[in-house]
């Protein structure tokens, strides 16, 4: 293994472990791209679960185009190059999950479990609801030159940017 695929992996690795935030894309219905922060968690099968409110931007732009782009980025630390920092990115399918669901209520109790008792607060509020974002495609940048694509499947399955991922 190559030392840029060996530092690819390990950044994968630290910054799903790290996982609390995603920076998501969206785009407004006139085609206007937009960026926000949103809570996160992996589900078992792998895909981002943000809780969103229905006054949020990125709500009504998920429920009129359910595509997104999910960022996660590893912490701008002092003297670190801003051009090569690390990062992943992912091209998602966005399902919204019915609050009267058993997965909603899954997703709930995972959101405790992981960020305390302000989602029981949150789950009272109507405007609130569940977006499942199933990576699509996946690019992890490891460093200058040292860029691959990530099985959405299988985050630990790279190819070098330019080779498709084989299935």
């Given amino acids: 293994m190559t030392d840029a695929l060996a530092r690819a992996h390990a950044i994968i690795a630290e910054l799903r472990a790290q996982l609390s935030t995603v920076i998501l894309g969206t785009t407004a219905a006139d085609g206007t791209p937009d960026a926000s922060v949103a809570a996160a968690l992996l589900d078992a ?71 305390g008792g302000t989602i029981d607060v949150l789950a009272t509020l109507p405007d609130f609801q569940f977006f499942r974002l199933q990576p699509q495609s996946g690019r992890v940048v490891a460093g200058f030159g040292a860029a691959f694509n990530v099985d959405p499947l299988d985050w630990n399955r790279l190819t070098t940017v330019g080779v498709p991922p084989v299935r």
């Fill in 45 to 115: 099968d792998g895909a981002f679960v943000v809780y969103l409110s229905g006054l949020a931007a990125h709500t009504r732009h998920l429920r009129l185009n359910p595509r997104a782009s999910v960022l996660l980025v590893a912490a701008d630390t002092k003297g670190s190059n801003p051009f090569a920092r690390p990062r992943l990115t992912f091209a998602c399918a966005a399902e919204s999950i019915a609050g009267d669901t058993e997965k909603h209520g899954t997703y709930v109790s995972a959101f405790r479990e992981k960020f």
